[in-house]
């Protein structure tokens, strides 16, 4: 397969996500679309493989653009070598290398525990329905390792059958890039699973099967939407990426490491995991104000200029 190509998948996959997943609209994909498709071009079909001075080359071709237009693109393209690193195809995210002519680039959607409580009552509700459809019963086991796994759309919709064993509280994921990592499984997680896997047809290589194959990732993004709108959630601001941020968020936010978090993730660098760090400035001072030394003690009193005089 060429370069050429190459790119043609990345990207193809890339926008499937984007319409799937993120919910872009028609006039966003496609003006990710042109932006990758001309980068890719700059380069020669590189842009999947691209390393520092290719950075260097699709920059300088952008030189006469408005900062605007660069910010559009850069922002694209960004997006784009996050989502080859979140799927296993890059080690490195180049992205970073980009130019920023505009603002920063936003925070990632997330969920309060509030709006999760919310999420699992509503399946709760499905799930106590006379006469009852095990297709709730999919749906939570699904939405337990989405939020209580992390782990990404393609890897749980691809999950085979024998995956999650009741007597063991992780499963092993192997990515696209050859690297295991081991993910932790909670009680609820194994239970909902347990419970599912009773419905699934013991021939069925695959955990969630859907005809032929496994459950698609658009199906799955639907899926979370529509019982998002039940949960009283606004289904724009939610998707299985979502879900995966959540988890990542809430468990910094009670104290994980961000290593660990890392690990969990299956990110081959540190820096993609901090964007996950965006707890709120009032916390954080907070927690330095509670739990740093110094503050157990007394701060020096100030000598105005009478008692000094005195």
Known sequence: ??????DGRAIGRFLEMMAAEAGASPNTIAAYATDLRLASGVLGGGLARADAAAIERLAGDWRDLSRATVARKSAALRRFFAFLVDEGDRADDPGRALPRPGSGRALPRTLSGADVERLFAAIQARIARIPADPRDLRLLALIELLYGSGLRASELVSLPRGAVQPDKPYLILKGKGGRERLVPLSDRARGAVADWRAHVDPKSPWLFPSGKSHLSRIRLYQMVRAIAGEAGIPPDRIS??????AFATHL??????LRALQAMLGHADIATTEIYTHIDSARLVRLVNERHPLAERTAPRRVDADERQA
């Open 1 to 6: 397969m060429s370069f050429a190509d190459e």
């Open 240 to 245: 299985p990426h979502v879900l995966r941020h």
């Open 252 to 257: 910094l936010e009670g104290g994980a490491d």
